[in-house]
């Protein structure tokens, strides 16, 4: 977490804030005794389980899991860094941070804005051009030909750059944007000498590309005559990264959201006749391989994912592009294919929505796409192909994070490619070797564990009852916290209680620099039989017995085992007496832990 804005002045902001009334911007909430529940802007629902706490001024949906502070709230819904949502929330409750701009990044939320507001400009001016000017006649007719009709064109802000090396240089200046701007905004290219720049954008459709708050983040312009490259992206600016961007995403947001799905093509034009269509749920990726950017930004709105491909399996065996981001990521993902020669646009314009629609709803599963990838790949008809084709399928299937879900899908991969299913995981075993096993989903798989609730009720006591966090340090110790994710919320509770003698969740929230950690956090502030807790000593007192007799038990084990080690290797008669002696102590005071509880 970037931390230019300092830790006081972060919790001062909290102080001064509130929550409730900042996520009454987005979420119509009403009052449910001491909480407020509303309907959760993250996930679709239609009863509330979206609840704001005003004293925690904390928030938790118990219908996603998402949940935090009034930061991490902004940060999801504006799509926002920490840094950007900390400064957004102090001008929303009137703090000024005005002093700190001398700070090194402060600057660059002021730049954003001003390039954002220049590229808001620019398109406009483009689209006034494509709309307007006798220069623009020939794009005007391109779209007509390709049957984009006016209201996509204005839906989707769409220009003509002008073939010309000045145009836009001279438009700006005029409105005294400088150059220098212009040139970070990557709208405008200096000369060799570095005294004067030429148009980037020249005689080109011009694709405003806008961010999910709407925003114009950069450009795609399609050459009208054989200039290469065909498209022509923005550069890498402090806007735009290409591994970021989802084109349409600010148009069919809402729509995702309703459906829990999203059609994800290549093209933007694909995207525009797809609305056009009354299709209102379908992004492109630009060029780019799918990141884990873009999946992040997806997963604020759907689950499901259909990729909707022109080229054959042939052509995506060849690319590189990595599928298998969506199997780590939990996406359900299905692949759509059109027929041959046909990109999504062409097929929408000759087929019309109805077929179109009946390709994405029989988009084929996933693992059945890698199946036939596979089988496309290798010569079936030997057995080392055979083998090579299964390896391939099976790493990806070991790539799923849940157990369950992975042991229902290598029992298809079985059938799909008929192979006996008991032979297969013969085969995975030896396989497994190689590839370590994904640990994400620890905490779903220990959550009926006993020792894992023992550690998520003791690290609630230790936040809500400052007062006790001396004695589980000395009693039980940190190491007790055995799952990963516990540990380091506690070590972080522990190093905040030494540093300031209080420590309050939102403050373990702050320095939490991980949204899984800070998910298990919130579940745990948030879990109902520990908000209930009223005699805290006394849960303490059996958290502590727990791990003592289980840390006992374990003692024992291990006496037993070496006794009997010593045994058989035929160690002298005393050393055996030894052993057996703490051994029978150790079962002795099993016996008092269990009488007492
Ligand atoms: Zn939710």
Request: aromatic residues 10%; positive net charge; charged residues 25%.
């Amino acid at each position: 977490m970037v931390n230019f804005i300092p830790q006081e002045k972060i919790v001062e902001i909290q102080h001064a804030t509130d929550i409730i009334q900042i996520i009454s911007e987005y979420v119509h909430l009403k009052q449910n005794g001491r909480n407020f529940i509303g309907l959760c802007p993250f996930h679709s629902e239609k009863t509330p389980s979206f609840t704001v706490n005003p004293e925690k001024k904390l928030f938790k949906c118990f219908g996603c899991g998402e949940g935090g502070t009034v930061f991490n709230f902004i940060m999801k819904q504006e799509d926002m860094d920490f840094v950007e949502a900390v400064k957004l929330v102090a001008s929303k409750s009137h703090i000024d941070l005005s002093h700190l701009h001398n700070q090194k990044g402060a600057f660059s939320l002021a730049e954003k804005t001003r390039l954002i507001s220049i590229n808001d400009f620019v398109a406009k001016c483009y689209h006034k051009i494509l709309l307007k000017s006798e220069q623009g006649r020939f794009a005007r007719d391109y779209l007509q030909k390709r049957q984009i009709n006016d209201q996509s064109i204005k839906n989707f802000c769409l220009g003509y750059a002008p073939d010309s090396w000045d145009t836009l240089i001279k438009i700006c200046n005029e409105r005294n944007i400088s150059n220098k701007l212009l040139e970070k905004a990557g709208l405008i290219i200096p000369k060799k000498d570095r005294n004067s720049y030429y148009d980037r954008f020249r005689n080109r459709l011009m694709f405003p590309i806008f961010d999910a708050r709407k925003q114009v983040i950069g450009f795609g312009g399609r050459a009208l005559d054989d200039s290469l490259p065909k498209y022509l992206n923005s550069p890498e600016t402090v806007l735009f990264n290409k591994s970021n961007v989802l084109y349409g995403i600010d148009i069919a947001k809402s729509t995702i959201l309703k459906q829990r799905r999203v059609i994800l093509m290549e093209g933007y034009t694909d995207v525009i006749m797809a609305y056009q269509n009354g299709i209102e749920w379908s992004v492109a990726v630009m060029g780019t391989s799918i990141s884990k950017q873009h999946l992040k930004q997806l997963r604020q709105y759907c689950n499901q994912v259909i990729l909707l491909l022109d080229s054959d399996v042939a052509g995506w065996k060849s690319s590189d592009r990595n599928l298998d981001i969506f199997i780590e990521e939990e996406f359900d993902v299905k692949i759509a294919h059109l027929p041959k020669d046909y990109d999504p646009c062409d097929f929408l314009v000759a087929e019309g929505a109805e077929k179109f629609l009946s390709y994405v709803n029989n988009a084929k599963d996933f693992f059945s796409f890698k199946v036939e990838m596979a089988a496309s790949k290798w010569d079936m008809s030997t057995i080392h192909g055979k083998a090579n084709a299964i390896n391939d399928v099976l790493s990806t299937a070991m790539k799923m994070p849940d157990v369950i879900e992975r042991n229902l899908q290598i029992k298809r991969i079985a059938e799909e490619m008929s192979i006996d299913e008991p032979a297969l995981r013969i085969h995975l075993k030896k396989f497994n070797k190689q590839a370590p096993f994904l640990q994400n989903k620890q905490d779903i798989r220990h959550q009926l564990d006993a020792s894992f609730m023992a550690q998520r009720e003791l690290l609630y006591l230790m936040l809500s009852y400052n007062e006790l966090i001396p004695k589980v340090v000395e009693e039980i110790g940190l190491e007790e916290f055995s799952n990963n994710n516990l540990f380091k919320i506690a070590e972080k509770i522990v190093e905040l209680y030494h540093k300031n003698s209080v420590v309050k969740e939102e403050g373990v929230l702050h320095v939490l620099d991980d949204a899984q950690l800070n998910k298990t956090l919130m579940d745990i502030i948030t879990t109902k039989e520990f908000q209930n807790i009223t005699n805290q000593n006394e849960r303490l007192e059996a958290c502590i017995h727990f791990f003592k007799k289980r840390n006992t038990k374990k003692e024992r084990r291990q006496t037993k085992e070496k006794t009997l080690q010593s045994i058989k290797v035929g160690s002298n008669e005393e050393d055996i007496i030894v052993l057996l002696n703490e051994f029978h102590k150790k079962n002795k005071h099993i016996h008092i832990l269990k009488n007492k509880s």
